[in-house]
């Protein structure tokens, strides 16, 4: 959601313009308005995103330097006096190898805090210090996240997906409210072995120094699905769908892994993720909230300038894993072998060959031609219609 929310305020002054006149609730000075989300979280490198609007005639610099804020000054508190101070992920990654690393997405606005364990009896909210002004999220007792009781999947309707779905450990009567995100990783095998290699820099075919027919990927979304208990019996939620995924997609290509984080959140965090949603999708049409109907704990201390966004504090997060091979959702693999026919290795060198992005597979000297050629992807996992890597995971279990 993050930066969107602004581009959608502009669109929706724009649109109105022309029918009736509108007012946001949103003061002459508000020309720049913060936006500020993430989640306070026990014992976790907690992300921060800072966003701002523009006017409605942004000038240059304004309108091609981008909405995300840089050298704001930032820090979560606690009531029983803890500080934690954190700083922009802007080449700082904060101990992590690269930002990717660090399990976030784009680095834009972000902001990293290590945030120490959290007490259940007290309260926290994030300070932010940004353009001669002072911001802070309203102080809230940290959220506990009940465990997932059962993580499983299914064929979808269609016959082509593969639903993930969750039970959360069964909780209150009361509402419940959840966000879930989760990552991958997955096996890859490709269809064919090759136990040569062609060495560009001596123009020699030789024993391939490693075999590159088995290897891994990984994914992290960082996006997040949202969900209540309001619809299911006795309130207890039950196979609640995170996410689907294609049967025939390289994910499934041998065997595929996801695990699927937990947390619980407040109802008013939820019905910000909603509405921001709505805003989002919407783009400013008739019955689309206004920017200033959206329920924000963010406050300025320092003047009566606006800023929206939603900082909730959770306790912990929970999650579970699930391994899925490829018979199990019959995966079909749709992209046939690639092998050069005898009259394009004939008429090519080796050096061109290998340009042109073929790969030796087989090699015997006493045939014409001596060696046979395959595109990339069929003997190399780690070319890019794999994206695959050599080195296994230490918590892959094989089948």
């Known amino acids: 959601m993050r930066t969107y929310i602004y581009y959608i305020i502009i669109a929706s002054l724009l649109c109105c313009s022309c029918v009736d006149e509108f007012n946001a609730n949103l003061s002459s000075s508000d020309t720049r308005i913060l936006c500020i989300e993430g989640t306070i979280q026990s014992s976790t490198a907690c992300i921060f995103y800072l966003s701002h609007s523009i006017a409605i005639q942004p000038d240059y610099e304004e309108l091609y330097g981008g909405v995300s804020i840089h050298g704001a000054q930032i820090a979560v508190h606690g009531s029983n006096g803890e500080v934690w101070k954190g700083g922009e992920l802007n080449g700082n990654y904060y101990g992590y190898e690269s930002f990717a690393d660090a399990g976030y997405g784009i680095n834009a606005g972000a902001y990293l805090v290590h945030v120490g364990q959290l007490d259940p009896s007290s309260k926290y909210w994030l300070e932010v210090v940004w353009d001669d002004n002072t911001y ?32 959360p450990a069964a909780a209150p009567a009361e509402k ?16 064919l072995v090759a136990l040569y290699e062609y060495d560009p820099e001596t123009d020699q075919i030789i024993p391939a120094s490693t075999l590159l027919n088995i290897g891994w990927a990984q994914h992290y979304d960082p996006s997040y699905i949202y969900g209540d208990n309001e619809n299911y019996q006795s309130g207890q939620m039950r196979n609640f769908v995170v996410y689907n995924a294609d049967k025939d997609d390289n994910r499934f290509n041998y065997r595929y892994y996801t695990r699927i984080y937990q947390t619980a959140i407040s109802r008013e965090e939820y019905e910000y993720e909603r509405l921001s949603a709505q805003l989002s999708d919407e783009m400013g049409g008739l019955f689309t909230p206004q920017p200033s109907a959206l329920p924000s704990n963010i406050h300025c201390q320092t003047s009566d300038v606006q800023a929206i966004g939603f900082i909730g504090v959770s306790l912990n997060s929970t999650s579970a894993h699930i391994y899925v091979d490829r018979k199990s959702v019959g995966h079909i693999d749709k992209r046939l072998v690639e092998i050069a026919d005898d009259e394009t290795v004939m008429k090519s060198s080796w050096q061109d060959l290998w340009q042109q992005g073929w790969r030796v597979y087989e090699y015997r000297p006493e045939f014409t031609p001596p060696a046979s050629w395959a595109s990339r992807w069929c003997v190399d996992c780690t070319s890019p219609f794999w994206g695959a890597s050599l080195t296994r995971p230490s918590f892959w279990e094989d089948n």
């Open 176 to 191: 419940q409210y959840y966000r879930w995100n989760y990552e991958e990783t997955w096996e890859v095998h490709t269809p």
């Open 136 to 167: 802070t999220s309203t102080p809230l007792e940290p959220l506990p996240t009940p465990e997932i009781e059962e993580l499983n999947w299914e064929m979808a309707v269609d016959g082509q997906n593969v639903s993930f779905m969750v039970t």
